[in-house]
């Protein structure tokens, strides 16, 4: 039984030190020198090469190095019997939970506004004009691990907090919509919109300008679920209507986002580098290691994806 790190762009040492310093007895390796595929029976991976996981004949378990397992599946040649066990940790919790607050409570404050009125000096009385947290509507795409902690983090400043999920929910403070059918009522009432879905074919290019075109004209737009929840070409044009006002963007189709990608240098685009949370090795390794035994003793893993939903 080995155990292979496939995660070229996240950091493979600092994971092979936590695995080695919790369980020196485990046998740890780093793709591409993974000696006999036959040997390996765990992976942790993060945006695994095609073909990586199935070239490996005794794969049993794949541990998503996040939070998003769409990252597996857009493998053709995924192993469909192999499990998938996702992150879900307090601290990439909350380090979302404090992107969230902060976005909003930048937008609740007028606060882009308030940037280009300094750069053009100018003083307005009229920015005293805000509204109240409680007749602030947030809506969150999203009531899972993340969209539940912002939401309740938002209902704890007094804003008027919906959240929408494909099954339905009822979540003490936050107004909670399902469905297709839910969305548009959702939508109607966010002057706030917070992506937090996972991607899946049902979810990709969710955000597009059917969608703007039912939030509130002049709504704030925060993506922080992923890129390709987003139709690119449909965000600029809905922004310079007024239709929105601002977004706020952690995830792009491409990443990183090109150079000479139009969302950097709009004004009305807030880019920030996929860095909303982030997995912390030192406590997400001690839940990998508890999920192994727990396989080795036949028991149920922690947080296995669904591979059927895709998240
Ligand atoms: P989660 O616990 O699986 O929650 C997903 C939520 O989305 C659930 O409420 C689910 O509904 C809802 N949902 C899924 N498909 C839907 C659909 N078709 N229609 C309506 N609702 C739907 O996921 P999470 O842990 O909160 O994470 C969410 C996403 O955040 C991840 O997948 C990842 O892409 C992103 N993320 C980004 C960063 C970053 O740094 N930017 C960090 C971590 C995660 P049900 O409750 O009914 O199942
Ligand atoms: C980051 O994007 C994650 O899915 O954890």
């Not at 936590?18 to 029976?41: F, H, M």
């Not at 938002?154 to 929910?169: E, Q």
């Not at 001690?286 to 947080?303: F, K, P, T, V």
Request: net charge negative.
């Amino acid at each position: 039984m080995a155990v292979l790190i496939i995660a070229s762009h996240d950091r493979p040492d600092w994971w092979l030190r936590e695995l080695e310093q919790r369980d020196p007895a485990l046998d740890v390796r780093i793709w591409p020198d993974i000696g006999d595929p036959a040997d390996i029976t765990y992976v942790l991976a993060w945006k695994p090469p095609p073909g990586a996981l199935a070239s490996l004949p005794n794969l049993a378990i794949v541990f998503s190095l996040g939070a998003g397992v769409d990252h597996l599946f857009t493998d053709p040649d995924f192993p469909a019997h192999v499990a998938v066990v996702r992150v879900v940790d307090p601290y990439l919790t909350a380090g979302m939970r404090e992107y969230v607050l902060l976005h909003t409570l930048r937008y609740h404050k007028n606060q882009p506004a308030l940037d280009q009125q300094q750069r053009d000096h100018v003083w307005d009385d009229r920015a005293r004009e805000l509204r109240r947290a409680d007749e602030q509507g947030v809506g969150i795409l999203g009531l899972g691990e993340l969209g539940q902690a912002c939401g309740n983090a938002l209902v704890g400043l007094n804003f008027d907090v919906a959240g929408w999920s494909r099954s339905p929910k009822d979540l003490p403070g936050i107004t909670c919509f399902d469905g297709r059918g839910g969305l548009d009522a959702l939508l109607g009432r966010s002057r706030i919109l917070i992506c937090l879905l996972p991607l899946t074919p049902e979810t990709d290019g969710i955000l597009n300008a059917n969608l703007f075109s039912k939030l509130p004209k002049g709504a704030f737009l925060i993506n922080a679920a992923r890129g390709g929840h987003m139709v690119e070409e449909d965000l600029i044009p809905a922004l310079e209507s007024g239709r929105l006002a601002h977004a706020t963007l952690d995830v792009f189709r491409e990443e990183p986002l090109p150079g000479d990608h139009p969302f950097w240098d709009h004004s009305q685009i807030t880019v920030t580098p996929h860095n909303a949370a982030i997995t912390d090795p030192r406590s997400v390794v001690i839940q990998i290691l508890e999920d192994i035994g727990r396989h080795q003793r036949g028991e149920a893993l922690s947080n296995q994806v669904d591979t059927g939903l895709g998240y």
